[in-house]
């Protein structure tokens, strides 16, 4: 037979495309990434979550409806808290000594520390606190994951209360919180805390995301984290700093998502059987069979949380 110049194994170009790495890795990307049922839930949910936040922070003002605005507040202060824990984390570990850690009524917050590498601890604040909340809308896909990021808060709470252990304010939030983690744990076998830790996430990445507008690109604040930065390294102005790290910050919330979309695939049926099976609810009939497990586990952990730290603020 004469050769016609087309190689007899090779392949169409079709076919040959499909086997291509890029086009292979895209695929499987795009499969891993496809949200099933309950994952599409979750992402509705967090949109209404980020509307009606949008709507009570910035549509709704203490002259319209007045209570309203109240639902925000002690969620804000969580925020704030993220915030200046993450100051104060990142000046641990570049060994600087934290002298306090305060929170403002009025939604502000301090962390004060002497010591430790200003261009770590300064961008600390904004960038800690929205990878946290990245986290934590992560965690959300999953009933689990939502378990263990509670077991991580309250270690957080507990590091915040030693350094606060004279602000009363600090005092209340992290009481009121503990009280709706325990309650949403219980809360048909713990499927409603992870919608908790969700709103969490969301309203800490909001929160990131406004402040950093707010703080160092619409206007200049000169007492602001940016402000402070730039002084530092005196090569950009304050609002080139506040809009990488807006850039930074909306990285952190969308592989927040990302990873919750590829790491948690299990439906809402299996979430609730695996649930039954880790820190089981008090009472339920997995915790009483299960005698390996303490019979109340995170009431234990963040009841201790809240006794180790009245220890502190004696």
């Given at each position: 037979m004469p050769y016609n110049g087309i190689p007899v194994t090779g392949l169409a170009p079709e076919h040959a495309f499909a086997n291509h790495p890029i086009y292979l890795v895209a695929r499987d990307a795009r499969s891993t990434l496809e949200p099933n049922a309950t994952q599409r839930t979750t992402l509705i949910v967090a949109a209404c979550y980020i509307i009606a936040i949008a709507i009570l922070w910035h549509v709704v003002t203490s002259r319209h409806v007045p209570y309203l605005t109240l639902i925000?507040?002690?969620?804000?202060?969580l925020t704030v808290g993220f915030h200046e824990m993450s100051h104060a984390l990142m000046g641990v570990l570049t060994c600087a000594r934290i002298h306090s850690i305060e929170l403002d009524p009025d939604e502000g917050g301090a962390t004060r520390m002497s010591g430790g590498i200003p261009w770590l601890t300064l961008p600390a604040g904004y960038l800690g606190s929205s990878f946290i909340g990245a986290c934590l809308i992560a965690c959300g896909f999953d009933t689990n994951a939502s378990k263990v990021a509670c077991l991580v808060l309250a270690v957080f709470f507990l590091f915040t209360l030693w350094w606060a252990r004279r602000e009363i304010l600090t005092w209340l939030l992290i009481l009121g919180m503990s009280g709706i983690i325990i309650l949403f744990w219980f809360v048909n076998g713990g499927s409603a805390l992870r919608y908790?830790?969700?709103f969490m996430g969301v309203m800490?990445?909001?929160?990131?995301?406004?402040d950093v507008i707010d703080d160092t690109i619409s206007r200049k604040v000169n007492g602001s984290d940016a402000s402070s930065f730039a002084e530092v390294c005196g090569c950009c102005p304050s609002q080139v700093w506040g809009v990488i790290w807006l850039l930074i910050a909306f990285c952190f919330f969308a592989g927040g998502i990302l990873v919750g979309l590829a790491a948690f695939k299990e439906s809402a049926a299996q979430?609730?059987?695996d649930s039954q099976h880790f820190l089981p609810v008090p009472g339920s009939h997995n915790a009483a069979s299960r005698s390996s497990y303490p019979e109340s586990s995170v009431s234990l952990l963040l009841s201790g949380t809240i006794a180790i730290g009245?220890?502190?603020l004696l």
């Open positions: 925000l507040y002690p969620f804000k202060l908790f830790v969700l800490s990445c909001l929160y990131v995301l406004w979430q609730a059987s009245f220890v502190l």
